[in-house]
């Protein structure tokens, strides 16, 4: 039987198509779990320490300061006291009166200076904490996607992010597909070995208000 040239085309057309349909490859799955890789990474782990220690210095410095403003509400205190003294002459009351209103102005100064401090000093810490988070991230995900790519995946996927409405992208895995423990420990290959693991705890920039206080005396808004 003969079959037309035009036919011939399209039987070869549909033929190659064909092949090159199967001469694709097999999509792989791969899951990683990116929040676990970046709490368990060394370097985190000493960032973490760092932010700790400068907010414990911070927090100690604002102890400082709220003691030297407690110093001048004992100040303004004794200069309240002596203004209602009967003893004393009207000139000597008012002198006591202005000493005392000069006194609780300095105090205010001093409350706005420590909150002043504490505010910058949490900015401060949180920059630098979503400074190094998202560095981190980059690095973690060059090492998980060349892991990924080792082991012939076509795709990978972060089963710690969760989508718009709170639920995690992935929501089941076979285990055999993850690469977290793999990427764990090429991420952690270069650890001092005087670096212990230990339990990631979140830093979270805080620090206290200021804790001068005026009896008879309002905060100012």
């Not at 085309?9 to 929040?35: G, H």
């Not at 205010?108 to 505010?119: M, V, Y």
Request: aromatic share 4%; hydrophobic share 35%.
């Amino acid at each position: 039987m003969k079959y037309p040239i035009k036919s011939l085309s399209m039987i070869a057309t549909f033929a190659l198509a064909s092949v090159a349909a199967y001469a694709q490859p097999i999509p792989k799955l791969l899951v990683v779990d990116m929040a676990k890789l970046y709490d368990s990474h060394y370097k985190t782990e000493e960032q973490n320490a760092k932010l700790r220690t400068d907010e414990q210095k911070a927090q100690e410095e604002i102890e400082r300061m709220n003691k030297d403003g407690n110093v001048l509400v004992d100040d303004y205190k004794s200069l309240s006291d002596q203004s209602n003294n009967p003893a004393l002459t009207a000139d000597a009351k008012s002198k006591s009166q202005n000493e005392a209103q000069k006194k609780l102005e300095e105090i205010q100064r001093k409350k706005n200076e420590i909150g002043t401090f504490a505010q910058n000093t949490q900015r401060s810490l949180q920059q630098r904490l979503q400074t190094f988070r998202s560095l981190m991230l980059e690095e973690i995900s060059k090492v998980a996607t060349d892991v990924a790519k080792r082991k012939g995946a076509t795709l990978l996927l972060d089963k710690a992010g969760p989508t718009l409405i709170g639920v995690s992208n992935v929501i089941y895995a076979d285990s055999a597909y993850e690469i977290t423990d793999e990427v764990m420990k090429e991420i952690n290959k270069d650890r001092p070995s005087s670096s212990a693991i230990t339990a990631p705890s979140p830093v979270v920039p805080a620090t206290d208000a200021p804790k001068i206080t005026v009896p008879g005396v309002s905060p100012k808004k």
